[in-house]
């Protein structure tokens, strides 16, 4: 059974930074793409950031791509994302997600496997 587990979420100041991880179990995701998204809310969820863990392409979305990196660790099974320069904005909370296959890295209808979340909260 795939199981994705987030940590890493908590409350920082504006322009503080935090790092997210999303440990993986369950299978090999050597040709997964793995994805970061968040929920505000009364807000729909929206992409973050992706990584194809095959090839090591990375994709972000407008508002994050200066600020935020993600990365990932084989050995670990753990991807990793690093959360710079943080906004108000940015406040919501963060889900991992894995698909062998999503037909639009950036839609998270695409994507199968989901972690629980773990809340982000930047304070103004």
């Known amino acids: 059974q795939v199981r994705l587990v987030e940590s890493g979420g908590g409350l920082v100041q504006s322009g503080g930074s935090l790092r997210l991880s999303c440990g993986a179990s369950?299978?090999?995701?050597?040709?997964?793409?793995m994805g970061w998204f968040r929920q505000a809310p009364g807000k729909e969820r929206e992409f973050v950031a992706a990584?194809?863990?095959?090839?090591?392409?990375?994709y972000y979305s407008d508002s994050v791509e200066d600020r935020f990196t993600i990365s990932r660790d084989n050995t670990k099974n753990t991807m990793y994302l690093q959360m710079n320069s943080l906004e108000p904005e940015d406040t919501a909370v963060y889900y991992c997600?894995?698909?062998?296959?999503?037909?639009?890295?950036?839609?998270?209808?695409?994507?199968?496997?989901w972690g629980q979340g773990t809340q982000v909260t930047v304070s103004s």
């Open positions: 997600a894995a698909d062998k296959d999503p037909l639009w890295y950036s839609d998270y209808t695409n994507y199968e496997f």
């Open positions: 369950g299978r090999a995701f050597n040709s997964y793409v």
């Open positions: 990584i194809n863990w095959s090839d090591d392409n990375t």
